[in-house]
């Protein structure tokens, strides 16, 4: 008997919950937004960044009442796939989401992913935000893809440049991991260096992407004495080592990479020898990051034991689709009031300090706007934590 | 050339740790276990936990690491492998186990320590440069030292002791072995724990070098299986040739081969190939199994 009626009250303790939980939740219509990216493997720290910074983001909406487009508040739930970083499994992502009928996915993560996803997204209404640089993508005939981030061709032109008249930067090697994002990010920046009238001194040594002890890797670019070395496509995990290895090998150059990394992983694993390293950032440093960037950085960090500081660059594609969406509520399921909106859309940057415009960008790059305006900012890693460098903008 | 030798032996032992602990496991179960890289992960996020986190020594650490991986190693084959074994004779329903698990460490690794990187303050600092031709850094002339010696230490556990004889014993001949007296249901536990803790050990050692990250698990799995398919499946000696002769093509293809691009593990896999079809035993294997 008393067996029965622990079970009774038991079931309708988790009847009342499940109800309260649902009342809760079914306060406002729910708007899905999709993420398709890498959450696991070895590049798994690019889409976790992504993911969590959606989810960070949506969850601070939900809590404060929701998001409202036109007449509707909205709840806003994502939908994450991992695509593994494998194309075909990137497609299967992309196809998920469009059996749940969302318009609006972030990723996927790497070059091959989102050339994969093309004719899924643009069959089927979805407009997505990959973090992958291919013009292809972006120029017409090409139309549901907006750059999510600063392009390697963008912003190494402006470090190198930088560097030369700044630092005296004459010759540069290019390192990179055997595989397309870092081979073609290498490529461009070759091209770049070239173009600047740089002495491009070593390009042609690359590591396989699993390396996890790079000594023997960079000795031969060593040789070359470089002024400046390029980590192409660094990804965060591989970054400190191949600091670690370039000082240990004597190396006292400038060293410099176009993608995001991660403060702490640069402090524990290369320490001081990282000090003077420069990367692209977001706007997290405290002369850029305004309250609501702080409070993200906290809110994060409170929802996931860590900050990552990739999610500098990576907060900002959901808020331009909400923002894009509140600036024309019929986009919300149609893409082609979306792309219409895009050509004109501007609103206050809420995650930087002063009057930055969340826009889009690109004109001059893509020939059409279909690039994120993030602030290029080049961070210098100094004792644990960047300092910005520089900040320029993108067309 | 200095440069190409160091880094040749330097890599080989390094290999050689992580090989060995597969092949054993492979020689005393008949198990493929696709877990290996899981554990050397779990090894190494286990040093950072104690020596980078909480600032416990380094040797207390890496004992952590070593126990930590035995229980687990134990408790692995205790509840998993040994039902299986018992319950199937295809041996692909060990494989399927070992995938599964090492799918599972995965998860919980990412629960657990999180997507990020993560490195250790070094145990050693300075560089041992020898003008510019000869350049190694302290802490991996002590990583080579410390992996040569551990696996001397094993070889010596496998030759000069009762539990090495019995393992030695169970890999030969199970059922001869059973015959003999030999608990074959407790040494195949301590033998498994055993190669679960040669990972974590190479993990918590390396940690200090490679740092340790999420994705390692896979393809340090398959670079132990190269190893272990070069010397020979299930042979101690050949797990450790084949390490160091990995670690030698390494080295020596990455100092020739740089200005071709990353061939250097296109010409090993190439030559792999070779050499299984003339030897498909591998250096040290017998044609028999």
């Known amino acids: 008997m008393q067996r029965r009626t622990l079970f009774k009250a038991a079931l309708t303790a988790v009847a009342l919950t499940s109800f309260q939980a649902t009342m809760a939740f079914a306060e406002n219509p729910v708007l899905k937004i999709g993420f398709v990216g890498v959450t696991s493997g070895p590049a798994a720290a690019w889409g976790i960044s992504n993911q969590r910074s959606m989810e960070t983001r949506a969850a601070w909406i939900n809590e404060t009442g929701g998001y409202t487009i036109g007449d509707t508040t909205y709840d806003i739930e994502i939908v994450s796939f991992d695509d593994q970083k494998d194309p075909k499994r990137a497609i299967a992502g992309m196809e998920k989401m469009a059996q749940e009928g969302i318009h609006y996915v972030v990723g996927p993560n790497v070059d091959d992913g989102a050339a994969a996803v093309r004719p899924v997204a643009e069959a089927n209404g979805i407009m997505y935000f990959p973090y992958a640089f291919p013009k292809s993508l972006y120029q017409a005939p090409a139309s549901n893809a907006v750059l999510g981030m600063v392009a390697n061709y963008q912003s190494g032109p402006a470090i190198y440049k930088h560097l030369m008249e700044n630092e005296g930067v004459k010759t540069v090697a290019f390192i990179a991991a055997n595989e397309s994002d870092p081979l073609s990010q290498r490529d461009g920046g070759v091209e770049a260096a070239k173009a600047l009238g740089l002495e491009v001194v070593s390009d042609n040594v690359t590591y396989q992407v699993d390396t996890t002890d790079f000594t023997p890797v960079l000795t031969p670019v060593m040789r070359s004495r470089p002024d400046l070395l390029v980590l192409s496509g660094v990804s965060p995990a591989n970054a400190p080592q191949l600091i670690r290895s370039a000082r240990e090998l004597g190396f006292e150059g400038l060293i410099s990479t176009e993608t995001a990394q991660d403060a702490g992983v640069l402090a524990e694993g290369a320490g001081d020898l990282a000090n003077g390293f420069i990367s692209v950032g977001g706007a997290s440093t405290p002369e850029l990051a305004s309250p609501m960037m702080n409070e993200f950085v906290d809110r994060y960090t409170k929802m996931f034991g860590e900050y990552n500081d990739e999610s500098n660059t990576k907060v900002y594609a959901l808020e331009y689709i909400l923002e894009t969406l509140k600036a024309d509520p019929s986009a919300i399921d149609n893409v082609e009031a979306f792309q219409a909106t895009m050509d004109s859309f501007e609103a206050p940057n809420p995650y930087m300090n002063g009057d930055a415009k969340l826009r889009y960008v690109g004109s001059t790059s893509f020939g059409q706007k279909r690039q994120v305006a993030v602030p290029l900012v080049v961070n210098v890693y100094q004792d644990g934590a960047f300092e910005t460098l520089f900040v320029a903008e993108v067309d | ?289």
């Open chain 2, 1 to 289: 050339m200095e440069q190409i030798l160091a880094n040749g032996v330097y890599l080989g032992s390094q290999y050689a740790m992580i090989a060995l602990g597969l092949t054993l496991i492979f020689a005393l179960m008949n198990v493929l276990n696709f877990a290996h890289g899981q554990m050397y992960v779990i090894g190494g996020f286990v040093t950072y936990t104690f020596y980078g986190q909480w600032g416990v020594p380094f040797v207390l650490a890496l004992v952590m690491s070593c126990v930590t991986l035995a229980i687990l190693g134990a408790l692995i084959e205790r509840y998993l492998f040994a039902p299986v074994i018992k319950g199937s004779a295809r041996e692909e329903s060990t494989m399927l186990l070992a995938a599964g698990i090492a799918f599972f460490l995965d998860a919980v690794i990412l629960l657990v320590f999180g997507e990020k990187q993560r490195g250790v303050p070094k145990i050693v600092d300075g560089v041992f440069n020898y003008d510019f031709r000869l350049i190694m850094p302290y802490d991996r002339i002590l990583i080579c030292v410390l992996a040569i010696l551990s696996i001397v230490a094993f070889i010596g556990l496998m030759q000069y002791t009762k539990t090495g004889r019995a393992l030695r014993a169970l890999a030969q001949d199970r059922t001869a072995a059973q015959l003999m007296g030999v608990n074959v249901d407790r040494y195949s536990m301590i033998g498994f724990a055993l190669g679960a803790m040669l990972a974590g050990l190479v993990g918590g050692l390396l940690v200090t070098i490679t740092g340790v990250n999420l994705g390692m698990g896979g393809p340090t799995s398959i670079k132990a299986f190269m190893m272990v398919m070069i010397g020979g499946a299930g042979v101690i000696s050949g797990a450790i040739w084949g390490g160091i002769i990995l670690g030698f093509m390494e080295a020596i293809g990455l100092a020739v081969l740089y200005q071709y691009g990353d061939i250097t593990y296109l010409l090993i896999f190439v030559s792999l190939m070779i050499f299984l079809a003339i030897r498909p035993q591998g250096l040290m294997g017998k044609p028999w199994g």
